[in-house]
């Protein structure tokens, strides 16, 4: 096949150039397709520039190595045992944190939900038992979640659907697992006060689900929200914390995200504890204390056997995700 492409290269070139002269001093009446000419073009003098880099390599090696490179990138920033679970300090710069928030406070007040531990907003639409009714995201939220999808290579294609929370200095939120309608990775990108989020592991959702109802209010020792009992299997995956500062990307999928990519079907529930002080013993980050400190979001505090982090700010969280079924024309008859 490749052989007789070679072969009857030289004639459709003299084909593609007997077609572009005979259309440009011979106009149809009605102007041809753009893509056909587009395509002609293309195929005639993209070829050459198209088939060979610079450097000798075929685009589809060259977007291969880009590929790796970005996963390389991206392996710097893992942290704990997952290797799923990615921790990027300073992902944005205090200027851009601080015209995120200014979009943030500036959408109308309708657009606030009000739950019980926290509010927040909903961009990109409602998800569905069906998948998303879509509505576009705003430029300023479409610009930072673009930076994400093209920047981590972990999304198959462009986040769609972005929640914003607030949560005051005393709140947070119990284990949880995301739901099955979004495509297994979450990108949370935290603004303000800098906050404790706990990853527990757990093996049956219906045994976490009894085990929430029966210990609502429960606080652990190591800094989650619920108590959640020992499970068969999770011996050896231990319970850990990720310390989020403002400005930060943290990047979770597969193990860390669904149990469905475990072998023992073991998965995590992530959390924040109800409390204006954080322990970070259990991080598996490392942040240094004299920024935490200087950031004017938290204090530190530090003694033998705990390290503490006192919230004195809000907290935004923007949590980027995609769903991947999307019904556009869903109630259109």
């Not at 149990?259 to 023992?264: D, E, I």
Request: hydrophobic residues 40%.
């Amino acid at each position: 096949m490749g052989c007789w492409i070679l072969s009857t290269r030289p004639i459709l070139e003299y084909f593609c150039i007997t077609l572009l002269i005979a259309l440009l001093y011979h106009p149809p009446p009605t102007p041809p397709p753009r893509a056909i000419l587009l395509s002609l073009v293309f195929f005639r003098f993209g070829y050459n520039l198209c088939s060979l880099s610079p450097d000798g390599e075929s685009p589809a090696t060259l977007y291969v190595n880009w590929g790796m490179e970005r996963k390389e990138k991206l392996n710097n920033f893992i942290v704990g045992d997952l290797p799923t679970l990615i921790y990027i300090p300073d992902f944005i710069t205090d200027s851009e944190q601080a015209q995120l928030l200014n979009n943030i406070y500036q959408a109308p007040v309708s657009k606030w939900k009000s739950l019980k531990n926290r509010r927040l907003q909903n961009w990109g639409g409602v998800v569905h038992e069906k998948g998303l009714l879509p509505q576009d995201l705003p430029p300023w939220l479409a610009k930072i979640t673009k930076r994400i999808y093209e920047g981590s290579g972990l999304f198959p294609s462009a986040i769609n659907h972005v929640l914003i929370n607030e949560y005051l200095s005393n709140q947070g939120i119990m284990p949880h697992q995301d739901g099955p309608a979004y495509y297994p990775v979450v990108a949370i990108l935290s603004l303000g006060s800098p906050v404790v989020m706990d990853f527990t592991p757990h093996s049956r959702l219906q045994s976490c689900k009894r085990t929430l109802k029966e210990n609502v209010g429960d606080k652990i020792s190591n800094g989650g929200a619920v108590a959640i009992e020992a499970n068969d299997g999770s011996d050896n995956n231990r319970p850990f914390s990720v310390l989020l500062m403002p400005c930060s990307l943290l990047i979770f999928k597969d193990d860390a995200y669904s149990g469905k990519f475990m072998s023992k079907g073991l998965y995590y529930l992530h959390g924040i504890e109800d409390s204006e002080v954080h322990r970070f013993d259990l991080a598996v980050n490392e942040i240094d204390s004299l920024s935490l400190s200087s950031s004017g979001q938290a204090e530190v505090m530090r003694s033998d056997n705990a390290k503490i982090v006192s919230r004195t700010a809000n907290r935004i969280s923007l949590t980027c995700r995609l769903v991947l079924k999307v019904h556009k024309n869903l109630f259109k008859f």
